[in-house]
Structures are given as structure tokens and as C-alpha cells.
């Protein structure tokens, strides 16, 4: 039998998200071309291994090894680096992509001193923000 380390992988992610805002889900696939035997996929959150995310089990198709990573984005999750690592009894091999995150304001506010009218205006696409003075 002959024994291959899996190859460098790539990890890419669905094409709806691009743009990805808190507490959408976020599909990463990780793919790894050659490996012998097929290696196992583990997929790890700023080092860590993840919790309270969807791990598709690992699929091999034609030598190259898939794994996929389905996830809701928290807060926390931009600027986190994902990783995931293929790994058999020959070695292994990683990759890992840094999310960047859109979310939604705390809170906004605004101060105004002044007995004069005064307009507010949102520049915020979204969400959008009412303003109360």
C-alpha cells in the first residue's frame, strides 16, 4: 500500500456569500486533491475545533476529498480565522480563510444642544436606523 499526504487545500465558500451579515449562514468548503488513504477533514475556529456548526461529513470524488462547513455567523465571527485540515497516516495538510463579517450597530447616539431645529439624517443602508429627537 502505498501512503500519500494529502494535497494543499482550498477552502472557498457558496456564492450567496459574499457579502456575509451576522446571523446569516456562511457554507465553507474545504477540498484537498490527492491522499492516500483519503484523509479525514476537521475544521477548527481560531485554532480551536468548532462547536455549535454543521460539519458535513467528508465525501471523496475522483482522488479529490471534500469537506463543508455550514455555520450561522455570530458577532464574534468577523476578523475569526476558520481552518480546516485534512490529515491521514501520512501527514497532513491546512488551509484558512479570515471572515469579515457584516453586522448590525449596538446602538447609535446622537446629542443635540441646540434651540435651534435641527435635521438627522441616516446614511446607514442597513439597517435602517429612526431617529428620535
Known amino acids: 500500500m502505498r501512503i500519500v499526504i494529502p494535497g494543499a ?8 456569500s459574499r457579502d456575509p451579515r451576522e446571523s446569516e449562514h456562511l457554507r465553507l468548503t ?5 491522499g492516500n488513504p483519503a484523509p479525514n477533514v476537521t475544521w477548527y475556529r481560531n485554532g480551536a475545533p468548532l462547536e455549535g456548526a454543521t460539519v458535513v461529513p467528508a465525501t471523496v470524488k475522483f482522488g479529490t476529498t471534500s469537506g ?16 480546516c485540515a485534512f490529515h491521514n497516516d501520512a501527514g497532513s495538510a491546512t488551509a484558512t ?15 443635540v444642544n441646540s434651540h435651534r431645529p435641527t435635521q438627522l439624517i441616516s446614511t446607514v443602508a442597513l439597517p435602517r436606523v429612526p431617529w428620535a429627537v
Do not use: K, M, Q
Request: glycine residues 4%.
Open 68 to 83: 463543508t462547513l455550514d455555520v450561522r455567523l455570530r458577532r464574534d465571527d468577523d476578523g475569526a480565522n476558520f481552518t
Open 97 to 111: 480563510t479570515r471572515l469579515s463579517v457584516h453586522c448590525t450597530p449596538y446602538a447609535v447616539s446622537i446629542v
Open 9 to 16: 487545500p482550498v477552502i472557498s465558500t457558496d456564492a450567496t
Open 30 to 34: 474545504c477540498e484537498s486533491a490527492g
